[in-house]
C-alpha cells in the first residue's frame, strides 16, 4: 500500500476525528484516516548516518476517536524485533498525520520521534 494512492476518507468519518486534530494537522486528516483504515504501513526507520531500517506496523481498526488501539511494528522482517504500543485511537491517527506529512515532503514512510519515544516507553523521562 503506497501513500501516494490514498484516497481521502470520507467526511463523516473525518469529523469524528476533526475534534483531536488541531493547526495545519486538519488538511492531513482525511488521508491520516484513510490510512488509519487500512490497518497497516509499509516503511523506514529513518537512522542518522546509517541505513535506513524496513518496517511493518499494523494495528486494529475502531471508527471511535477514545477507544484504544494496539499498534505492531516489526522491524527488517525479524520477529525478534517486534514491539507493541497501545494508545487512544484520536493520538494514534494524531502520529498519522506526522507520517503523511513527512511522506509528502520527503517520499518516504516513517513516524515522529514522539511516536518511537512512546514505542520504546521512553515518554516517561
Known amino acids: 500500500m503506497s501513500i501516494e494512492k490514498l484516497q481521502p476518507a470520507t467526511q463523516a468519518d473525518v469529523s469524528v476525528y476533526a475534534p483531536y486534530c488541531h493547526g495545519n494537522k486538519r488538511n492531513l486528516l482525511p488521508l491520516a484516516i484513510s490510512l488509519y483504515q487500512k490497518g497497516y504501513l509499509e516503511g523506514e526507520r529513518q537512522i542518522e548516518e546509517s541505513e535506513s531500517i ?35 485511537n484520536s493520538e494514534f491517527v494524531n502520529y498519522l498525520t506526522e507520517v503523511i506529512k513527512k511522506f509528502k515532503h520527503s517520499r518516504s514512510a516513517d513516524f515522529p520521534k514522539e511516536f518511537y519515544q512512546k514505542l520504546l516507553k521512553m515518554d516517561n523521562y
Open 54 to 88: 524496513p518496517f511493518v506496523a499494523s494495528w486494529y481498526v475502531s471508527k471511535l476517536p477514545a477507544e484504544l488501539t494496539r499498534c505492531r511494528l516489526q522491524f527488517n522482517g525479524n520477529a525478534e524485533l517486534n514491539y507493541e504500543v497501545s494508545m487512544a
